[in-house]
């Protein structure tokens, strides 16, 4: 069975800085996909960041990218230039290739402080 | 175009009785599944729904069962409600089987006394 590592349940960063959220999984397959997602108090999970592991390149859109160390099964998250509304829990996620399910991580709360 | 739409967002009930959550996926999409979040056990997998049929099932007792309709809208059921049942239950949408963005909604906070 798969699983989704995230060490570190709190983080804070000021605004305009940048953060880097930890995520690590185990798997024995060898195409999957990871993702980040970001929950607000709305509690609506968004989808932040997608990584095709066949991938070798590092996925981004806009102020966030990851970083994807398949051979260590790492998956870390770097938002640029922190704003307030990314203040929310951040959950990393793994697809095995196929119909499956998503695997979560426990979550990390990230505040943005003004 | 309208996103996923849970209803209630909000449930209280008591220890024994059962509920319903219903869940309307993205227009054009017709896979759904369906999520348990709780402080202690984080986001864990309920089933899948694709076509009208079960796809995948998590590891939840059978009182858990759920449906798809043709319009492709979802229901899920939970009979003899125990206190342990109390959570979000997050409800999300895929165009099809094999494609790996989901899209969920806001979901349904349910609270067992």
């Known amino acids: 069975a798969q699983t989704v590592t995230q060490s570190q349940p709190e983080m804070s960063v000021q605004e305009a800085e940048t953060v880097t959220l930890s995520c690590t999984y185990d798997?024995?397959?060898?195409?999957?996909?990871l993702f980040w997602y970001k929950q607000p108090p709305s509690r609506q999970m968004i989808l932040v960041i997608r990584q095709e592991a066949y991938k070798q390149q590092n996925a981004t859109e806009n102020r966030f990218s990851v970083n994807f160390q398949k051979a260590a099964k790492s998956f870390s998250l770097k938002i640029s230039d922190s704003q307030l509304g990314d203040t929310a829990m951040y959950f990393c996620?793994?697809?095995?290739?196929?119909?499956?399910?998503?695997?979560f991580g426990k979550g990390t709360r990230l505040s943005v402080i003004a | 175009k309208a996103g996923v739409t849970q209803t209630p967002r909000y449930l209280i009930k008591t220890r024994g009785q059962q509920v319903t959550l219903s869940c309307s996926p993205i227009?054009?999409?017709?896979?759904v599944s369906w999520y348990q979040q709780t402080p202690g056990q984080g986001l864990q997998f309920l089933f899948e729904y694709f076509s009208e049929t079960q796809r995948n099932k998590g590891n939840f007792p059978g009182r858990f069962s759920g449906r798809q309709f043709s319009n492709s809208r979802s229901e899920m059921n939970v009979s003899t409600l125990e206190l342990g049942d109390s959570a979000l239950y997050l409800c999300a949408s895929r165009v099809s089987e094999g494609y790996t963005e989901a899209f969920f909604g806001q979901g349904t906070r349910l609270t067992v006394v």
């Open positions: 996620a793994f697809m095995k290739q196929g119909n499956t399910p998503l695997v």
């Open positions: 798997t024995s397959e060898s195409n999957y996909y």
């Open positions: 227009s054009g999409h017709r896979s």
